[in-house]
């Protein structure tokens, strides 16, 4: 089992920078890959960025280029730095973690907003 607890969203004005923390316990030893996604409201969730053991990171279209995703696997803590953020940026981020299967963090919102 992996417990998986999101940390550091809220509120951000448009342009802004935000970064969201994950913290792993457990049996984060198993962990192959972790990564982000994200749900707005009266939207389906979609995938924001991941990255393996060996550290390939993978990003989503609209994440290139303004978001980084970072692991400390000593710390078995996972990040993303988000910048420019944007209001369509809106949505609850999930922390989620592969070790055998998909396990997920309850979230932490991020509201983009003047």
């Known amino acids: 089992q992996v417990q998986l607890v999101e940390s550091g969203g809220g509120l951000v004005q448009p342009g802004g920078s935000l970064t969201l923390s994950c913290a792993a316990s457990g049996n984060s030893s198993s962990i192959y890959a972790m990564g982000w996604y994200r749900q707005a409201p009266g939207k389906s969730r979609e995938t924001v960025a991941a990255?393996?053991?060996?550290?390939?990171?993978n990003y989503a279209d609209f994440a290139k280029g303004r978001f980084t995703i970072s692991r400390d696997s000593a710390k078995n803590t996972l990040n993303l730095t988000m910048n420019m953020l944007k209001p369509e940026d809106t949505a609850v981020y999930s922390c989620t973690a592969l070790a055998g299967r998909l396990f997920w963090g309850r979230g932490t919102e991020v509201t983009v907003s003047s």
């Open positions: 990255v393996t053991r060996a550290g390939t990171t």
